[in-house]
């Protein structure tokens, strides 16, 4: 059964900096990966996704997340934190073949200092 | 606006009550999902719908029912409510079964059993 892991609860940074948040996954064959971000009172939004070709992908707002096989990670970046990114970051694996399910992490809350 | 949209936001329930949380997505999706949030333990899948005509269990379906009324919606029902369901609800939908598209998420059912 596939999982992730987000071994971060909360992380704080300040706004310009630069951030990680991490997620590891478990999966057998090469996994669909997603992050998702949800800011307070909404619903989920795809930020990016990665399921073939390079490793490196590109999101939306910024961000980036990169594909490790051999560490079984999928990392979030982002070069310079806005106080907007303040909210919930979900971590998601899921696999291809029709009626598969996304399974998702726990949850990294992101607060934001000015 | 195109999207999952998600009936009520906020419910107050008493204990042993019944409900049916309504959701309906108006981008042709074939798969629809039902999840539930809970502080510290992400999002859990309750059941999900395949295609117009099929549902099937996910990780939490204990109490609850569901049905795939047409290809746009997908309800899920509560028998007797009980505290433990207390809890943020949120439909989803994607394309296909295959996830690899990823998900549209509605803004979520603020549930509260008391």
């Known amino acids: 059964a596939q999982s992730v892991t987000q071994p971060d609860i909360h992380i704080t940074v300040s706004e310009g900096a630069s951030l990680e948040l991490r997620c590891n996954y478990s999966?057998?064959?090469?996994?669909?990966l997603f992050w998702y971000v949800q800011s307070p009172g909404q619903g989920l939004q795809l930020l990016l996704k990665y399921f073939s070709g390079d490793t490196l992908v590109q999101g939306i707002k910024g961000f980036e997340a990169e594909f490790k096989r051999s560490q079984s990670s999928f990392n979030l970046r982002k070069p310079s934190v806005h106080w907007s990114d303040a909210a919930e970051y979900f971590c998601?694996?899921?696999?291809?073949?029709?009626?598969?399910?996304?399974?998702f992490g726990t949850g990294t809350q992101l607060k934001v200092e000015l | 606006n195109a999207g999952v949209t998600q009936t009520p936001k906020f419910q107050v329930l008493k204990t042993g009550q019944s409900m049916t949380l309504q959701c309906a997505q108006d981008m042709n999706h074939n798969s629809m999902y039902w999840y539930r949030q809970d502080p510290g333990m992400g999002l859990r899948l309750i059941y999900y719908?395949?295609?117009?005509?099929?549902?099937d269990k996910g990780e939490v379906p204990n109490g609850y029912n569901v049905s795939r009324l047409n290809k746009r919606e997908f309800s899920l029902r509560l028998e007797s409510a009980a505290p433990s369901q207390t809890s943020v609800y949120f439909c989803a939908s994607s394309v296909q079964g295959d996830s690899v598209l990823g998900y549209t998420f509605g803004s979520g059912t603020r549930l509260t059993v008391v």
């Open positions: 999966y057998g064959a090469t996994p669909y």
């Open positions: 998601a694996v899921g696999a291809g073949g029709g009626g598969n399910k996304l399974t």
């Open positions: 719908s395949a295609s117009e005509g099929t549902t």
